[in-house]
């Protein structure tokens, strides 16, 4: 299918390298958008300075272009879009679609972990306040290109989320949708670990009297003991050496071709394969264990 409109994205953190569940959102979000003939973006979100890397953002850039995943356009860097999120901020604020929270971490756990509005009425000043979100459209549930139709946690839905912190650093939700919808981009393809926070950014774009683009969550890989790969549990970064075996175990996990030549082919041509036979209603929604590092993959 051809869309000329198609715009996707890779967002990753420079909190580390790139490791195989990585692999797994880059590669999806990447044959989604070139099946489509579409445009494929990669973003770096740099907004958490204390959870960043140094040197993670230019090692993650070099592993996409190792693994064959060439992006259009310039890279956007969150670091540099600090003035549109003043601006966004500012804009909700001055509707009174947002207010100042002093509400500590300690608190909100005391009352069992969601924000009961507390602040919402008191006209609190910036002074050690983090700003949230006055939730006018509440979003329970949304569709999902690959999972079909998601029930949202109502109590999570309508809650009053955070999206600028006590300590200066803007919310995740808040910058990926005023980027999101800054690139155009018209389907988000990333991983199921990032189902919840759908239904917060779908109801700021609501806020802000924008379109929401399109989602397709990816399943998980897990390790042996059932976990998330993740950095935070110190997931093995990509092999530097010949990625197409790696390629091969990430396609097979998406439920692509997997009896492809691939020893006698160039990474190039394993994609333009892939991409020619992508097919989204193959792809597993389950979380799977990680079947990369094995006997094809050292």
């Excluded at 917060?200 to 397709?216: A, C, E, K, N, V």
């Excluded at 093995?236 to 996990?253: E, K, S, T």
Aim: overall charge negative; some cysteine; charged content about 20%.
């Amino acid at each position: 299918m051809t869309d000329s409109h198609y715009i996707g994205r890779f967002a990753p953190s420079p909190s580390g390298e790139l490791h195989f569940g990585s692999l797994i959102a880059a590669l999806g979000s990447y044959l989604q958008a070139r099946a489509r003939q579409g445009i494929w973006r990669v973003r770096i979100e740099d907004i958490d300075p204390p959870r960043e890397v140094p040197g993670a953002a230019d090692t993650i850039l070099r592993q996409l272009e190792h693994y064959g995943l060439h992006w259009d356009g310039d890279i956007l860097w969150q670091s540099q879009r600090h003035d549109a999120y003043r601006d966004a901020l500012a804009w909700l604020y001055d509707r009174g679609l947002s207010y100042y929270c002093t509400c500590t971490r300690a608190r909100v756990q005391s009352i069992g972990g969601i924000y009961d509005g507390h602040c919402r009425e008191l006209h609190n000043g910036p002074a050690q306040a983090a700003v949230r979100i006055k939730q006018q459209h509440p979003v329970t549930r949304f569709y999902d290109r690959l999972r079909g139709d998601i029930q949202a946690d109502e109590r999570l839905a309508r809650e009053d989320f955070i999206i600028h912190r006590r300590d200066g650093l803007f919310a995740y939700n808040l910058a990926v949708v005023v980027d999101d919808h800054f690139q155009g981009v018209s389907e988000i393809v990333r991983g199921a670990d990032l189902i919840e926070p759908t239904v917060r950014q779908i109801s700021l774009y609501q806020q802000f009297g924008w379109t929401p683009p399109d989602y397709i969550h990816l399943p998980l890989a897990l390790n042996e003991q059932g976990a998330k790969l993740s950095k935070q549990n110190h997931a093995p970064a990509l092999p530097q050496g010949d990625p197409r075996p790696v390629l091969m175990d990430a396609l097979r996990f998406l439920g692509q071709q997997g009896d492809v030549p691939w020893q006698e082919m160039h990474v190039d041509e394993i994609l333009a394969s892939a991409v020619a036979n992508w097919t989204l209603s193959t792809v597993p929604e389950s979380a799977i264990v990680n079947p990369a590092f094995s006997n094809t993959s050292c």
